[in-house]
């Protein structure tokens, strides 16, 4: 049983000795990578237009916006009061959506991507307008809502949306103006 034991904690100080040894290699490779990475990104980014790398950039926005809190309200303990963040409960739609759009047209783009876009992009100001009018069956519904106040997140995300609604639909006119003219 001892022997077992002691071949079991020998063969852990090998494995462990030899990782620590593929850790520089590792490293190596993983920086090779990122440049490789970041090189393609590089080149990728410099072949678009400028209405092309703004709706980039607002899909971005949109898709970190959608993650933040958007609503805060303030709850008592004890005459401890505590401030509590809250996203939205159809969250996960801005979410999906969102992280949907920015792969599919921030990386590509076809006939199906722009009904896509504009359809999802449309459901998103469709949904967000609804909670603007109707907050407790759309953003929260076990809080009073007088006692909650909305967040930054949330004017950004309208924000990133209109303006990626705007620059995505610059992009493709521009997209189609470049295809006429090379007909």
Same mark, same amino acid.
């Given at each position: 049983?001892?022997?077992?034991?002691?071949?079991?904690?020998?063969?852990?100080?090998?494995?462990?000795?030899?990782?620590?040894?593929?850790?520089?290699?590792?490293?190596?490779?993983?920086?090779?990578?990122?440049?490789?990475?970041?090189?393609?990104?590089?080149?990728?980014?410099? +072949?678009?237009?400028?209405?092309?790398?703004?709706?980039?950039? =607002?899909?971005?926005?949109?898709?970190?916006?959608?993650?933040?809190?958007?609503?805060?309200?303030?709850?008592?303990?004890?005459?401890?009061?505590?401030?509590?963040?809250?996203?939205?409960?159809?969250?996960?739609?801005?979410?999906?959506?969102?992280?949907?759009?920015? =792969?599919?047209?921030?990386?590509?783009?076809?006939?199906?991507?722009?009904?896509?876009?504009?359809?999802?992009?449309?459901?998103?100001?469709?949904?967000?307008?609804?909670?603007?009018?109707?907050?407790?069956? +759309?953003?929260?519904?076990?809080?009073?809502?007088?006692?909650?106040? +909305?967040?930054?997140?949330?004017?950004?995300?309208?924000?990133?949306?209109?303006?990626?609604?705007?620059?995505?639909?610059?992009?493709?006119?521009?997209?189609?103006?470049?295809?006429?003219? +090379?007909?």
């Amino acid at each position: 049983m001892t022997t077992s034991i002691v071949n079991l904690f020998t063969e852990i100080f090998l494995f462990l000795k030899e990782t620590v040894k593929l850790i520089p290699d590792l490293i190596k490779v993983w920086w090779f990578l990122g440049q490789k990475i970041l090189l393609s990104v590089s080149k990728y980014w410099n +072949t678009k237009l400028l209405f092309d790398k703004l709706f980039f950039i =607002f899909l971005f926005l949109q898709l970190l916006f959608s993650v933040f809190p958007w609503f805060r309200y303030e709850i008592a303990f004890f005459e401890i009061k505590e401030s509590v963040s809250l996203s939205p409960k159809l969250n996960s739609i801005f979410i999906l959506i969102s992280l949907l759009n920015f =792969f599919f047209l921030g990386f590509w783009k076809s006939a199906w991507t722009r009904v896509w876009f504009f359809a999802t992009e449309m459901i998103c100001i469709l949904v967000v307008l609804w909670g603007y009018l109707d907050p407790k069956r +759309t953003y929260y519904d076990f809080v009073n809502g007088n006692e909650v106040s +909305t967040e930054i997140p949330f004017y950004l995300f309208l924000v990133s949306l209109s303006f990626a609604f705007l620059f995505g639909y610059l992009s493709f006119q521009k997209e189609d103006e470049v295809y006429l003219q +090379t007909r």
